[in-house]
């Protein structure tokens, strides 16, 4: 069952601007990960952060997890029309043996 | 960083014909494939879990006669659509952990197949 949800399911922004998305999710994680899809394309691995941890960056990308409220957030820095996509959180569950958790994921437009 | 080489990247067949996709990681073993199916606009869905050596194992209301998995070596896992009805027309997509399932690790996705049964 799907139990990453996040919000909001689209956004559109002025390049440059910042992004964020959010994303809850329901049972006992090991790590959470974010992924990102072009149209019609395989998904790309972003950034995984693990139960233990709080907040990771990796170069415009800045993610945090609040374990208490089973939500996490990523934040894109300095928008580029190139960071167009649909933006998924995955959830690697405790006890599910690296069988990742997808939620609906959010389609992002960057606007020139 | 780790590639997992899906193909054909689209096909299309005609209704009752089978469709076989493969899925490869190209520098590293995988005894875990996983593979996925996605709707347009929506997100994925885990049909089925590959391992090398053992039966697949699959999501519940995904059937196992209709779709085939094959892990035949530690690089290859294949999918094949049997069958295949318009219904079965969707983007399926392989995935690929690089370290073994008991460590938590990111995965690495082929680029997807695109299936249109007409």
């Known amino acids: 069952s799907q139990q990453g949800e996040e919000d909001p399911q689209a956004l559109s922004i002025q390049e440059g601007e910042n992004a964020t998305m959010n994303c809850s999710y329901k049972?006992?994680?090991?790590?959470l990960q974010w992924y990102r899809q072009n149209s019609g394309r395989g998904l790309v691995h972003l950034i995984l952060?693990?139960?233990?941890?709080r907040e990771k960056h990796s170069g415009r990308l800045r993610v945090t997890l609040d374990t208490s409220k089973k939500s996490s957030s990523l934040l894109i820095t300095a928008s580029r029309a190139a960071d167009t996509a649909s933006y998924f959180c995955?959830?690697?569950?405790?006890?599910?043996?690296?069988?990742?958790?997808f939620g609906k994921g959010i389609t992002l437009s960057v606007r020139p | 960083g780790a590639v997992v080489s899906q193909h054909p990247s689209w096909v299309i067949c005609k209704s009752g014909t089978s469709v076989k996709i493969e899925c490869r990681s190209l520098?590293?073993?995988?005894?875990?494939m996983f593979w996925y199916r996605q709707f347009p606009k929506q997100s994925l869905m885990l049909m089925a879990t590959?391992?090398?050596?053992?039966?697949?194992?699959?999501e519940q209301g995904v059937e196992k006669d209709k779709f085939l998995i094959n892990h035949a070596s530690l690089t290859l896992s294949t999918l094949t659509v049997t069958s295949a009805h318009p219904e079965d027309s969707s983007f399926y997509i392989c995935s690929a952990p690089k370290l073994p399932s008991f460590f938590s690790t990111e995965a690495f996705f082929g680029q997807g197949t695109r299936l249109t049964v007409v």
């Open positions: 520098d590293f073993q995988a005894t875990t």
């Open positions: 952060i693990r139960s233990n941890e």
């Open positions: 590959s391992n090398e050596g053992s039966k697949a194992t699959y």
């Open positions: 995955a959830t690697d569950d405790i006890g599910a043996n690296s069988k990742l958790t």
């Open positions: 049972t006992s994680i090991n790590n």
